[in-house]
């Protein structure tokens, strides 16, 4: 199923092979069942061992498997069955709509492993953070992460005042105020890089901000350090995902 799964670990020196070992051990008494394949589907027993900061832990590790080309080649049909009738991913993720920035790929995650909702500008609307509601307090995901992308459509669009439509100007709306947030120097032009990448990166950091303060849920499992958001920017150039302070 897995072509390379003794060669990854991530920066702990524990890989997700070696988790699901541990997690398997954990819950062995009851399932007699040992997860010794980093194919293996996320289960029950991984998610309750998964801590927040181990779940934007395995994004990064599968970020850092797909620059080096060394993305995990899993038997997807058999993860579809395996978790026919339950779903425990570690992690949520709010991107773009943008075809070159799909969250599941570009940080390498298999079926049952993440939620992921995408709108154009990876926006935390009311319907987003309301899913990730279910996510996280009653699914059990432990981190949200929020994907931006350089060269993104929508905040250029933001940044022109595009008007295209009702639908479309409404969302780009939504990115308004971090363009508001963020130092102009120069025009105010999609062909302004570095205008436009600060405000793609300032409007991660209000997506990220909107799930606490629009959020009583989630806003409490943080406090209780059960969940943790974090806000990163996707390169299309190299690949790489940097988290955002």
Do not use: W
Not at 61 to 87: I, P, W, Y
Not at 203 to 216: G, L, M, P, W, Y
């Amino acid at each position: 199923m897995c072509t390379n799964c003794e060669t990854t670990q991530n920066a702990h020196g524990l890989g997700r092979r070696q988790f699901f070992g541990l997690a398997a051990a954990m819950a062995a008494l009851s399932t007699g069942i040992a997860h010794a394949d980093e194919c293996a589907h996320f289960d029950s027993a991984a998610q309750k061992a998964t801590t927040p900061d181990l779940a934007v832990q395995f994004l990064m590790d599968g970020n850092a498997r797909f620059v080096q080309d060394e993305a995990l080649h899993c038997d997807m049909l058999m993860l579809g069955d395996a978790t026919s009738e339950k779903q425990t991913p570690f992690a949520c993720v709010l991107g773009c709509i943008d075809s070159r920035a799909a969250p599941e790929l570009v940080l390498d995650q298999q079926i049952g492993d993440i939620f992921v909702a995408r709108v154009a500008g990876n926006v935390a609307t009311a319907e987003i953070i309301g899913s990730f509601e279910y996510a996280t307090k009653v699914a059990g995901a432990k981190a949200i992460m929020v994907l931006g992308h350089n060269h993104c459509g929508a905040v250029k669009g933001t940044v022109d005042k595009a008007v295209v439509g009702d639908n479309l100007t409404t969302l780009l709306n939504e990115i308004e105020p971090a363009v508001a947030v963020t130092p102009l120097k120069g025009e105010r032009s999609s062909k302004n890089h570095e205008f436009v990448q600060a405000v793609a990166e300032a409007n991660v950091r209000i997506s990220v901000a909107a799930f606490t303060e629009k959020s009583a849920v989630l806003k409490e499992l943080v406090d209780a350090g059960q969940l943790k958001i974090v806000g990163g920017m996707y390169n299309l150039e190299t690949g790489i995902v940097t988290l955002l302070s």
